[in-house]
């Protein structure tokens, strides 16, 4: 079974520009979810899909980031324009169930790197 | 006070000890509790979640949870050097968790 994917895998771009970070969820998986990790912090909850529903994207740093996850499959998320405080690693997970108890698993993630 | 505490280390353990990893949380309408094993640019991989108080055994790894004392911790019995990565313990009430730092662990050969 294939595991969460990300890409690309490290980004480069200068401030202003615009990046669209891409997941691909473990095929079966309703759930998935974005996180965050800017240097030296802990992981941080940006938003959650069940399908192609957001339930909850209260982590969302503000209205440069727009998430989506057309037909339920993949999802992408755009940040737009890119500011150097964007930087940091963003994870990707999903899971069967959105009940407790329940494993997330995480993709490798995308380092991005704002300039 | 961060909602998930963990101490960033390095912790050191020489091969063949025990490994304890510790975590407290702040908010008590956590329910389940997650330990993660991160490499170095790799995806976090679970290890072990629990959500009962008390103890819960796996193979090398035994999750501890107290909901009294709000905390968590991670044991790994003979340590090997392959055990040598960042643990993340996060904390979950609902379907989100809120991740710790993470613990740096270093098994020495």
């Known amino acids: 079974e294939a595991g969460v994917t990300q890409f690309p895998s490290h980004s480069v771009i200068e401030k202003g520009q615009t990046v669209t970070l891409r997941c691909d ?5 309703d759930n998935l979810y974005w996180y965050r990790r800017v240097m030296g912090k802990e992981i941080k909850f940006l938003l959650h899909f069940v399908k192609e529903s957001k339930q909850d994207e209260s982590g969302m740093p503000n ?16 940040v737009q324009p890119a500011e150097l405080e964007d930087s940091g690693v963003y994870f990707c997970a999903s899971s069967r169930a959105g ?14 790197t704002v300039v | 006070q961060k909602e998930v505490e963990q101490n960033s280390g390095p912790l050191s353990v020489p091969e063949g000890a025990i490994a304890s990893l510790n975590c407290t949380y702040s908010d008590r309408g ?4 997650f330990w993660y094993r991160q490499y170095s ?22 999750a501890q949870l107290n909901k009294a004392s709000q ?3 991670l044991l790994i019995r003979d340590s090997q050097p392959s055990d040598s990565a960042t643990y993340l313990c996060a904390a979950s009430g609902t379907y989100k968790y809120i991740f710790g730092t993470g613990t740096r662990l270093k098994v020495l050969a």
């Open chain 1, 63 to 78: 209205n440069r980031f727009l998430a989506e996850r057309t037909g339920g499959t993949y999802s992408t998320l755009k």
């Open chain 2, 30 to 33: 956590s329910q389940s509790f």
């Open chain 1, 99 to 112: 009940a407790l108890n329940t494993e997330a698993f995480f993709g490798q993630g995308t380092r991005l």
């Open chain 2, 41 to 62: 640019g790799k995806s976090p991989e679970l290890i072990m979640f629990i959500y009962s108080n008390g103890d819960k055994e796996d193979g090398r790894f035994t």
């Open chain 1, 25 to 29: 969820p473990i095929s079966g998986h």
């Open chain 2, 71 to 73: 905390y968590v911790s």
